[in-house]
Structure formats: C-alpha cells, structure tokens
C-alpha cells in the first residue's frame, strides 16, 4: 500500500517561533498532488496548503510554506510567527492525478502545541 | 448551503443496532467523499462519489457499510449491525470537481457504540 508517514505525533512550539512538520510519502507514480491540512478540536479539516508535484517551486502561503524534496518523497510544513490559532491536529496527505480517482491518503496526523 | 453540513453531530448507540449518518454537500459540488478517522489514527477512504458515475467502493470495510446520494447532493452512510471497533468521527467532504484542489470538510459525526 502506498503510505504517508508522520514521525512526529506532537509538536510544541513557543508562540511567534517557527516549527517544521515532518512528512514522508510513497508513491509510484511522477505526477501526484500533496497537501496540509489543519484539524481543530471543532473537527472540520481545513486546507492549509496545496503542492503539484511537476512543479519545483514551494508552495507558500502567508505564514505557511513547504519544503518538497521530490527525490527524496518529503513534504514538510514550515509555520512561521506561530500563533495561539495554529494549534491544532495537522495531516499531510497526498493525491493521485488520473481524473477520476481523487481519494487522498493521510498520514495519521501531527498534534502541534503552541507555547504563550 | 454555505458549508458541508453533517447530522448527527455525535450519536451514541447500542452494538448491533443500525445508524444512518447523514451528508449535506455545498451547493453545485458534485464530488462527495466519506472518510472515518479512528482514535489516533488518520483519515481512513471509505466511498467516493463522483456526479452521475459508479461510486468508488473501494474503501468501505465490509458489507455492513453501505452509502447513496440522492439526486447528486445529500449522502447517507449506513452501517449495519454495528460493532464497537465502528466507533470513530465519520467526516464527509465536498469538492467542485476533483478533489485535488482540495475538498471543503464537514465537522464530522462522532459516533460511539456501546
């Protein structure tokens, strides 16, 4: 089965620092789709950020950037200027790109605390 | 609607009884997905549905699961004779077309089997 694998099942980060997530994929195919989401304790995931796999450059947004190393299958989630609001469950999941199946696989998620 | 709405918030309910777990996309969306997360564990695929083709059943874990949308919008999921292991948040999500632009999430239902 093809995994996404998150090795940190917490995080802690002192408020307006900056903290990476981890997370590792396997995949078979060149062309895929990755993602972040953010779950708070309301449940509803939230999209955070959104990488296409041709292309090379980082996707950012805001506070919010990644480090893909494609070679290496890694999608790492940088936040900077934590704030209070970040904390939460983060998820990176990774997407197929034949039209058709769009299922996501999730890793099992990163608790990310946020030290006042 | 504004948001993908889902009912009930929590239900609780006695080991081989039935539950149905409802779905209420956004507006015009016409990709609906089903996804259950256990305790400590990530989002686990259980159904896709896309417009008017097959749905994708690939990810339902026995025969006892079960889910339809009627006329292209509200999903039911239903599972028969339910056991303790069932007992996990049901998230359903929405998406415009495909889901690789990433889908808009429910608040899921929070269901327990006692």
């Known amino acids: 089965a093809q995994t996404v694998t998150q090795s940190q099942p917490e995080m802690s980060v002192q408020e307006a620092e900056t903290v990476t997530l981890s997370c590792t994929y396997d995949?078979?195919?060149?062309?895929?789709?990755l993602f972040w989401y953010k779950q708070p304790p309301s449940r509803q995931m939230i999209l955070v950020i959104r990488q296409e796999a041709y292309k090379q450059q980082n996707a950012t947004e805001n506070r919010f950037s990644v480090n893909f190393q494609k070679a290496a299958k890694s999608f790492s989630l940088k936040i900077s200027d934590s704030q209070l609001g970040d904390a939460a469950m983060y998820f990176c999941?990774?997407?197929?790109?034949?039209?058709?199946?769009?299922?996501?696989?999730f890793g099992t998620g990163t608790r990310l605390t946020i030290i006042p | 609607g504004a948001g993908v709405s889902q009912s009930p918030s929590n239900k609780v309910t006695e080991k081989g009884k039935d539950v149905e777990l409802r779905c209420d996309p956004i507006s015009g969306h016409t990709a609906l997905y089903w996804y259950r997360q256990s305790l400590g564990q990530g989002l686990e695929f259980l159904i896709y549905f896309q417009g008017n083709s097959a749905p994708d059943k690939s990810g339902l874990p026995s025969d006892r699961f079960s889910a339809e949308r009627t006329g292209g919008s509200v999903s039911t999921l239903t599972i028969q004779r339910t056991q303790q292991e069932d007992s996990a948040v049901y998230l359903c999500?929405?998406?415009?077309?495909?889901?690789?632009?990433?889908?808009?999430f429910g608040s899921g239902t929070r269901l327990t089997v006692v």
């Open positions: 999500a929405s998406s415009s077309k495909t889901g690789l632009y990433g889908y808009t």
């Open positions: 995949t078979s195919e060149s062309d895929y789709y």
């Open positions: 999941a990774r997407g197929r790109s034949n039209f058709g199946n769009e299922k996501l696989t």
